[in-house]
């Protein structure tokens, strides 16, 4: 289903959408429904939507079925979420296939795709950080060894000074 298929599809509101189960809320919606969250997600589908993005409107892709990328939404009716997906499609000539997720699901979804992330984000603050205490360590030096440079040559134009 592409994305745009979605915007003839909007329930009215719900006095409560948990009264409800998943699977019913996804067939009227005309989605399918994922109960819990793959095991295998797939980086290069999930950095289609920028991880704050994804935090704040609920949405995720996590793999490809066929042409389509799928993506799970908690709120399939969240017309900001909606309008992402469209840009995202347009611009990167790409379909989605909907799936209806509770919230449970999309956070631990949303969990190893920043856990991921940030042992990544990790790994190069470390990099970085052991890089800029060896150039500091590497000045020190330098400049220590100027000083006794400078030192030394003090001593020198003294002694020479008291020779004369």
Avoid: W
Wanted: a negative charge; aromatic letters at 6%.
């Amino acid at each position: 289903m592409k994305i745009f298929a979605l915007k003839d599809k909007i329930m009215p509101e719900e006095k409560n959408k948990n009264e409800k189960t998943i699977e019913a809320r996804a067939s009227e919606l005309g989605l399918k429904c994922l109960k819990e969250a793959p095991k295998e997600i797939d980086k290069k589908y999930s950095k289609l939507i920028p991880e704050s993005i994804a935090s704040q409107h609920n949405i995720f892709a996590f793999g490809r079925d066929g042409n389509l990328i799928q993506v799970a939404m908690v709120d399939p009716q969240d017309l900001e979420a909606r309008n992402i997906l469209s840009f995202l499609a347009e611009r990167n000539k790409l379909s989605f296939d909907i799936y209806l997720v509770d919230d449970s699901v999309m956070q631990q979804m949303l969990g190893r795709h920043q856990s991921a992330e940030r042992a990544v984000e990790e790994v190069m603050q470390s990099f970085e950080d052991a890089t800029r205490e060896r150039e500091e360590g590497v000045r020190k030096k330098v400049q220590s060894g100027e000083n006794l440079v400078m030192q030394d040559a003090h001593r020198m134009a003294s002694l020479f000074s008291v020779v004369m």
